[in-house]
Structures are given as structure tokens and as C-alpha cells.
């Protein structure tokens, strides 16, 4: 079960951050990682972390967003940085080892 948390109205250039709980799967062993769902287009894959803490990012928020975790408390994170309404939509956070994911959270990005 994840749980994200910490979406909002935000003003474009202003940060946020977004945390997850995860309860039954160990952030620790797993790959885990957020997606974001904008109006209207697809879903899309923004960072993944690995088990040893390697990350990745889409081309779209590489330099702006960093997704980090906590294994004794079973967290992953997403600090949002420099947003654009671009980056307006749903903020969804999963287990890309078991392709499970958890209710999002909504970001919304004034101009």
C-alpha cells in the first residue's frame, strides 16, 4: 500500500514536496518511483530509485526534482524545484518492482 501525500497550489518558480508511505514492501529492496498523470496526456514516468539508491529521471524534470528515500522509515520522496504549470497534474508514487502504485496526490502550477 503507498500513500502519497503533500500536493498543492503552488506558483511557477516555487517548490514542493511530496512524501509516500509505504506500508507492506520494503523501500529498501525495491525500486520505487513517482509518475505524474497531466490532463490530458499520457502518464508519465518521472524518477525511479533503486534498492541501492541509484536514480533516474525523465528529461522533463532532470536539474529541477530529486526523488529520495528513507529506509528505516520506508519513505520515498519528491522534491519538486523551479516549477511549471507544465507540471500541473496528478503525482502518483509506486513499487516498480511489483508495478504497484497508490493513490495520487494533485499538483497544481500557477503562471
Known amino acids: 500500500q503507498l500513500q502519497a501525500s503533500g500536493g498543492g497550489l503552488v506558483q511557477a518558480g516555487g517548490s514542493l514536496r511530496l512524501s509516500c508511505a509505504v506500508a507492506?514492501?520494503?523501500?529498501?529492496?525495491?525500486?520505487m518511483g513517482w509518475s505524474r498523470q497531466a490532463p490530458g496526456k499520457e502518464r508519465e514516468s518521472l524518477a525511479t530509485?533503486?534498492?541501492?539508491?541509484?536514480?533516474d529521471y525523465a528529461d522533463s524534470v532532470k536539474g529541477r526534482f530529486t526523488i529520495s528515500k528513507d529506509n528505516g522509515e520506508n519513505m520515498i520522496y519528491l522534491k519538486m524545484d523551479s516549477l511549471k504549470p507544465e507540471d500541473t497534474g496528478i503525482y502518483y508514487c509506486?513499487?516498480?518492482?511489483?508495478?504497484?502504485w497508490g493513490q495520487g496526490t494533485q499538483v497544481t502550477v500557477s503562471s
Open positions: 509506486g513499487c516498480l518492482s511489483r508495478q504497484v
Open positions: 507492506g514492501t520494503a523501500v529498501r529492496l525495491n525500486t
Open positions: 530509485i533503486t534498492s541501492g539508491g541509484g536514480t
